[in-house]
């Protein structure tokens, strides 16, 4: 079962997530592999996706938000865009889009980062959008200080939070067919029982010279990739931090924890092809005598033949003009 576990360290500002996604993230492979137009996707690109699919899940657990976290990477290689959406409720869906073949050694940059040009992006999109507010978004490179190409998620997800949120993160990520996992440690910006009371100390004075984060986030990255793929919750932070003091909070599985979820519908795709307009969608009728639009992330079939396109424009031409009153 996927599973979120929170943590603090007692006394320190420091705290944690430990994200293990197991049916979740199967869900989201074996929707893949059914796709009988794309079909599995190779192993780097697959444990790509995973990584970020646990990378997303440890960030929309970590924040106060009132919406859905999306994480992309992009770039100039084979794999031209690969996305992750998470809900408020851990509700999730992946999707990558490779256009050419992929060595089963590739690293990032060969898959998303060829000429260096390559982008992550996250997106915080409120729930209940207010008229003309429009999505918080963060945008860093896929290279490092030096421009130097970045070869771990981790590393570039450490950079945007240190950019971005001015607060240090320690990140271990790692993924296969049947697990997508990910630990997150972070400096707090506040100290002591101030991490629930609400006293805050200046952030930016401790970036990088905490000693009590320095510790932590040291034990946190010898946690190699085969324990975090296989070894459960308990084992992986007795392992780390035994000797440190821990508050654990319950953790979030089943209905409250990850699992896969679509947010595609018919009515959704129906306003899509609206938005293409009639004489658009007239002229793909014409062409393929059917209008057919599948779904990336969960690979749901969507079809509309001629009287569904007629009644759908029938209907768009029949609402009454929205009022001028202020609502």
């Known amino acids: 079962m996927s599973e979120i576990h929170k943590f603090l360290f007692e006394g320190l500002p420091v705290r944690g997530v430990l994200v293990r996604l197991t049916d979740a993230w199967t869900e989201v492979l074996a929707r893949r592999a059914a796709n009988t137009m794309h079909g599995a996707y190779p192993p780097p690109v697959q444990n790509l996706l995973g990584e970020m699919t646990a990378a997303a899940v440890l960030m929309q657990s970590n924040i106060k938000f009132d919406g859905a976290l999306v994480l992309q990477i992009f770039g100039d290689g084979p794999v031209k865009l690969a996305v992750v959406e998470v809900q408020p409720d851990f509700g999730l869906r992946a999707t990558a889009t490779v256009n050419a073949a992929i060595d089963a050694t590739a690293s990032l940059s060969q898959m998303v980062n060829v000429g260096n040009a390559g982008r992550c992006a996250i997106t915080l999109d409120p729930q209940n959008r207010q008229p003309g507010q429009q999505p918080y978004q963060g945008v860093v490179p896929l290279f490092g200080d030096a421009r130097e190409k970045l070869e771990k998620l981790s590393d570039v997800l450490q950079h945007y939070m240190l950019q971005s949120e001015q607060l240090d993160t320690t990140l271990v990520l790692a993924a296969n067919q049947q697990v997508a996992a990910?630990?997150?440690?972070?400096?707090?910006?506040?100290?002591?029982?101030?991490?629930?009371?609400?006293?805050?100390?200046?952030?930016?004075?401790?970036?990088?010279?905490?000693?009590?984060?320095?510790?932590?986030?040291?034990?946190?990255?010898?946690?190699?990739?085969?324990?975090?793929?296989?070894?459960?919750?308990?084992?992986?932070?007795?392992?780390?931090?035994?000797?440190?003091?821990?508050?654990?909070?319950?953790?979030?599985?089943?209905?409250?924890?990850?699992?896969?979820?679509?947010?595609?519908?018919?009515?959704?795709?129906?306003?899509?092809?609206?938005g293409l307009g009639q004489d658009e969608a007239q002229s793909i009728l014409q062409e393929r005598g059917l209008i057919e639009v599948g779904c990336d992330f969960c690979s749901q079939q969507y079809r509309f033949d001629a009287v569904d396109v007629s009644h759908m424009f029938r209907q768009t031409d029949q609402t009454p003009p929205a009022s001028t009153a202020v609502q």
């Open 182 to 274: 990910g630990l997150l440690i972070q400096r707090l910006p506040m100290l002591g029982s101030g991490n629930l009371a609400g006293a805050q100390t200046a952030n930016e004075d401790q970036i990088g010279i905490n000693e009590h984060y320095n510790r932590i986030a040291l034990l946190a990255a010898t946690l190699q990739r085969e324990e975090l793929l296989t070894l459960d919750a308990e084992a992986i932070l007795h392992r780390l931090f035994w000797e440190e003091d821990l508050r654990r909070f319950e953790p979030l599985q089943g209905a409250g924890g990850p699992h896969f979820s679509c947010t595609c519908s018919r009515e959704r795709v129906s306003k899509m092809l609206i």
